[in-house]
């Protein structure tokens, strides 16, 4: 058994597949009409075909649950909030905030309302705390993870 990939039911595939190039930067790898594979394995499938899949009625789907979500990792945390401030598209779920870990997130939905997560990097978040003058210790701490951690994330 191997898992492939997460798949997407939406109501638009076209709205979809730009929503995901323009604000993700992904783009379309397969594309199979109904169903399309973006770069990072994500999988658009229309929702007219997938209901044909389930044998399902429209209301079997339901967009805007909040039980999952695609969640990203960005290096350039403070530019992609720029260009999330910057598209009047984006719907958030919350603001960008800080885990207790110190890792900077920003939550929003795409054009179905599936939840999108863009975390800041890791080793980013060790890099900011160095800047601002904590030790590899400190930091350790401060993420509540092992120093051996900081230490990998720091090379």
């Known amino acids: 058994m191997k ?3 997460p798949l997407l039911v939406v109501s638009n595939l076209e709205k979809s597949k730009a929503f995901y190039k323009e604000v993700l930067g992904l783009r379309v790898t397969m594309d199979f009409g109904a169903n399309v594979t973006l770069t990072g394995g994500i999988s658009l499938q229309s929702k007219e075909s997938w209901l044909s899949f389930i044998h399902g009625k429209n209301e ?8 999952t979500e695609l969640y990203f990792e960005e290096d350039d945390f403070d530019a992609f ?21 110190g890792q900077r997130v920003v939550r929003f939905y795409d054009p179905d309302k599936h939840i999108i997560e863009v975390g800041e990097n890791m080793k980013s978040v060790c890099f ?10 400190e930091i350790a701490v401060r993420m509540d993870v092992p120093m051996h951690y900081v230490e990998k994330l720091l090379k």
């Open 60 to 67: 079997d789907i339901i967009f805007g649950n909040k039980s």
């Open 3 to 5: 898992f492939k990939n």
């Open 128 to 137: 900011r705390f160095l800047k601002n003058g904590l030790s590899k210790s």
């Open 81 to 101: 909030i720029q260009k999330l401030n910057d598209l009047p598209s984006i719907h958030f779920v919350h603001p960008m905030l800080e885990h207790r870990w």
